[in-house]
């Protein structure tokens, strides 16, 4: 097996040979054919997730075929295409998970952070938290899907049954997401960092009715706002651009401060929410709509030894879409 081992946070990635991982009880063995770049996984090479404990294989987008089984595995995912996404595993038994909101569970585990990930050929992964993928035909479209699709569709929900949605951060999660929009019959306006007219011209490309800088006002009221960029001051102007009643929700695992603000933003009933994890109901509902409104990805490909070279081009915005390793 080869894997990109992250040894120190903040530390660029070393390229390590390891022996092949077994599964134990219960977990299965993929052979990574894909696995995309998310932002978390910039968060956890920086240090700046909790806990992080070293040597860690990131990468939480997952896609490969089953080679090995664990005991207690069933015999029919051996050679299936599968996804691994962030949520890796739940305790089961806290009142959380009890009340069917693993993505809170006390006691989880998270592939790419507090167990080994798909930055490698191979990755070990629980059989219970993987998702099939027998009609996804090509796993460096599918692979931006088991985050940014994931994480983007919990966001969109948490937005109700809002019409003009507003996406702070034009990547990954929002070009798949004003897909969606687009399909549903919502009207979506993307805001990106100034001057980044490519930003711009991809989401008017996709659908997107307004496209313009963060520091803007949109041209009409939204009913929603989601948040994807890791900046705190997005808040605020999330917070001014909505509608009485509406709702803000930030979509990320890590941001930067958020900067004090007016009552007067948040007055009129507006709402301010966070998104955490997800859920594998979450999950298997998203890929439904996924096949059915032909969610197309836009990526750009680099080999798993370029792993470092693909993280910076995400951390410097300047790709359109996600980046995707490919072992």
């Not at 097996?1 to 134990?24: F, H, S």
């Not at 920086?46 to 090995?68: F, S």
């Not at 088991?146 to 994480?151: D, H, R």
Request: glycine share 12%; with cysteine; aromatic share 6%.
């Amino acid at each position: 097996m080869k894997a990109m081992v992250l040894k120190v946070p903040g530390q660029p990635l070393v390229e390590e040979r390891r022996p092949d991982p077994i599964p134990r009880s219960g977990e299965l063995r993929i052979r990574v054919e894909a696995c995309a770049i998310c932002r978390t996984d910039l968060h956890v090479v920086d240090g700046e997730l909790p806990g992080l404990q070293c040597p860690r294989v990131p990468g939480h987008e997952i896609v490969g075929r089953v080679d090995l089984l664990g005991p207690g595995t069933a015999d029919a995912l051996l050679g299936r295409r599968v996804g691994v996404g962030w949520l890796g595993h739940t305790c089961g038994h806290c009142p959380y998970c009890r009340s069917l909101r693993e993505n809170l569970c006390d006691a989880p585990e998270f592939t790419g952070y507090t167990r080994d990930g798909g930055f490698a050929t191979h990755v070990v992964a629980d059989a219970a938290y993987v998702f099939p993928l027998d009609d996804f035909p090509d796993p460096v479209a599918a692979a931006p899907l088991m985050c940014a699709g994931l994480i983007g569709w919990r966001s969109l929900r948490s937005a109700g049954a809002a019409r003009r949605i507003g996406l702070y951060g034009f990547g990954a999660a929002a070009h798949i997401l004003a897909q969606i929009c687009r399909w549903q019959g919502r009207e979506v306006y993307a805001f990106t960092r100034p001057g980044d007219e490519a930003a711009q011209a991809h989401a008017r490309s996709l659908g997107a009715r307004w496209a313009g800088s963060s520091e803007e006002k949109p041209p009409e009221p939204l009913d929603a706002a989601l948040i994807f960029a890791p900046v705190g001051a997005l808040v605020p102007l999330a917070l001014s651009a909505v509608v009485k009643g509406g709702r803000v929700v930030c979509g990320g695992i890590h941001m930067s401060d958020i900067p004090s603000f007016s009552y007067g933003l948040l007055w009129q009933e507006r709402e301010l929410v966070s998104v955490a994890n997800l859920t594998r109901a979450d999950g298997r509902e998203f890929l439904s709509v996924a096949r059915q409104a032909g969610i197309a990805t836009k990526t750009t490909t680099y080999p798993l030894n370029q792993a470092n070279e693909a993280l910076s081009a995400l951390r410097s915005g300047m790709l359109q879409g996600a980046a995707v390793l490919i072992p």
